[in-house]
């Protein structure tokens, strides 16, 4: 089993960055997946991005491409996520999510861990 708890979330005008983090605890950080989703008011969770298990591999949804970045410490059994010019539409409940399986994916029925979800507001 596996806990996680994301913080970092906030309100922030356009064009400003925030940075949220993700400390896991409960199995071994470094054999799990980890993943970025978000669900904003009346609309379906959607993928952000995701990164391998080792950190040398990432993927982003479109929307976010070139302006969020993910990342993982291995040893402080955290993953993070860097949002840079952000956007009103990128107002959302932020979670982070990790997958046993052995690739990275863009679906959410690949993840079996979630986190409790912290707020992103943007500000026009």
């Known amino acids: 089993q596996v806990q996680l708890v994301e913080s970092g979330g906030g309100l922030v005008q356009a064009g400003g960055s925030l940075r949220l983090s993700c400390a896991a605890s409960?199995?071994?950080?470094?054999?799990?997946?980890m993943g970025w989703f978000r669900q904003a008011p009346g609309k379906e969770r959607e993928f952000v991005a995701t990164?391998?298990?080792?950190?040398?591999?990432?993927y982003y949804a479109n929307s976010v491409k070139g302006r969020f970045a993910i990342s993982r410490d291995n040893a402080k059994n955290t993953v993070y996520l860097q949002m840079n010019n952000l956007k009103p539409e990128d107002t959302a409940v932020y979670y982070c999510?990790?997958?046993?399986?052995?690739?990275?994916?863009?679906?959410?029925?690949?993840?079996?861990?979630w986190g409790q979800g912290t707020q992103v507001t943007v500000s026009s």
């Open positions: 999510a990790g997958s046993g399986t052995d690739y990275y994916s863009s679906s959410a029925n690949n993840y079996g861990y």
């Open positions: 409960g199995r071994t950080f470094s054999s799990i997946v």
């Open positions: 990164i391998t298990r080792s950190g040398i591999s990432t």
